[in-house]
T-cell receptor, first 112, second 112 residues
């Protein structure tokens, strides 16, 4: 299929380690979003990329979180020095102008 | 920031029943969206609403964008077992960019 894909699907890491989560958006989608979903809760916005514009980082919870996107392709969300409260599902979405966001299946991160 | 209150948090359905859920916001939105999330998957868009007062249907689903732009409801008619899942409302405010603010979700379960 041509949907949004994310990898890995599950990641278990030790507290203090860095992790990288990957998102492959739908081909041709200019916008890419990252959200965090804690257990039993709604999605929290983290960061948004639109074309070549500066990303909207207003949702990043701390400077341990960062994300990159090269052009209109793959994005990587990096969490440094992970803490137990970082345990959540990290969801990526992409969209094109005039269309709503399509979500990937998420990466379930567990920090032990 | 904007807050979305979604209710009920959970509900039990019996096949054939109509169900209803709603979201209210502390401030206005320009777009209201309703998503459904199945276990282990990302949210899937059900209905999008773009004008205050708009009433939109998608099969057995009907949603409305409140006149005040601070609320929306979703109705499911004649529920079937596959309606089980978590339903999220989400709002977008143009001045805040394309990021979405999500409600806490309504978990729909089957009556034992």
């Amino acid at each position: 299929g041509a949907g949004v894909s994310q990898s890995p699907s599950n990641k278990v890491t030790e507290k203090g380690k860095d992790v990288e989560l990957r998102c492959d958006p739908i081909s041709g989608h200019t916008a890419l979003y990252w959200y965090r979903q804690r257990l039993g809760q709604g999605l929290e916005f983290l960061i948004y990329f639109q074309g070549n514009s500066a990303p909207d980082k207003s949702g990043l919870p701390s400077d341990r979180f960062s994300a990159e996107r090269t052009g209109e392709s793959v994005s990587t969300l990096t969490i440094q020095r992970t803490q137990q409260e970082d345990s959540a599902v990290y969801l990526c979405a992409s969209s094109s102008p005039s269309y709503e966001q399509y979500f990937g299946p998420g990466t379930r991160l567990t920090v032990t | 920031g904007q807050q979305l209150n979604q209710s009920p948090q959970s509900m039990f359905i019996q096949e054939g029943e109509d169900v209803s859920m709603n979201c209210t916001s502390s401030s206005i939105f320009n777009t209201w969206l309703w998503y459904k999330q199945d276990p282990g998957e990302g949210p899937v868009l059900l209905i999008a609403l773009y004008k205050a007062g708009e009433l939109t249907s998608n099969g057995r689903l009907t949603a409305q964008f409140g006149i005040t732009r601070k609320d929306s409801f979703l109705n499911i008619s004649a529920s079937i077992p596959s309606d089980v899942g978590i339903y999220f409302c989400a709002g977008r405010y143009i001045a805040a960019g394309n990021k979405l603010t999500f409600g806490g979700g309504t978990r729909v379960l089957v009556k034992p």
